[in-house]
Each structure stands twice: as structure tokens, then as C-alpha cells.
């Protein structure tokens, strides 16, 4: 059977702060504690944010959830509701694995 994740990928939204850096951004906190809980919960694989390009970041869920689930619990993140990130769910084979 092949191993499909629904991950999440952020980018900044609206009220994203240009002249801030990553970490000082207002309500990214939030977001980590938010993320936190569905590690905490057996959840979520990896999670973090890109460190080239565009400001960006990938949340890799364990096998196993939906894309209903994850698309719920990524809209659900302050975060995304403050406007600070955006969340996009896309699917992902996973390819190889250790």
C-alpha cells in the first residue's frame, strides 16, 4: 500500500510583518503550540520551516489521516484564522523512507 500523507504547507498571509524575522512574528507562537498538540497526540511526523527561499514551512503528518482531518486541524490553527500564515494541504507519496 502506498504511504500518501496530506501535508500542510504555510506561507505568510495578510498579516504578515515583511520587516519582522520569522521567530518575531506576532501570534507564530500560537501556531507552534497549535502543531505542538497534534505531535503531542501521535499525529504529526515533522514539522518546521523552510530556511531558503520564500518564507515557508511543511507539517508532515503520521500515515493514516484524512484529508479532512488535517485540512480541519490546519484551518483550525490561530495562525491561519489571525491571517498571520496561510495553510495549503497537498498529498504527498511518500517515496522512500528509512
Request: aromatic content about 8%.
Amino acid at each position: 500500500m502506498k504511504d500518501i500523507r496530506f501535508v500542510v504547507i504555510h506561507t505568510p498571509g495578510p498579516a504578515w510583518n515583511a520587516a519582522l524575522p520569522f521567530f518575531e512574528q506576532e501570534g507564530l507562537q500560537d501556531h507552534v503550540e497549535h502543531y505542538r498538540a497534534l505531535l503531542a497526540a501521535g499525529k504529526l511526523s515533522l514539522g518546521g520551516p523552510f530556511l531558503q527561499g520564500p518564507v515557508a514551512g511543511m507539517m508532515v503528518p503520521e500515515p493514516g489521516l484524512t484529508e479532512e482531518e488535517i485540512t480541519e486541524f490546519a484551518q483550525a490553527d490561530p495562525a491561519v484564522a489571525a491571517g498571520l500564515l496561510k495553510a495549503e494541504v497537498r498529498p504527498w507519496l511518500v517515496g522512500m523512507k528509512k
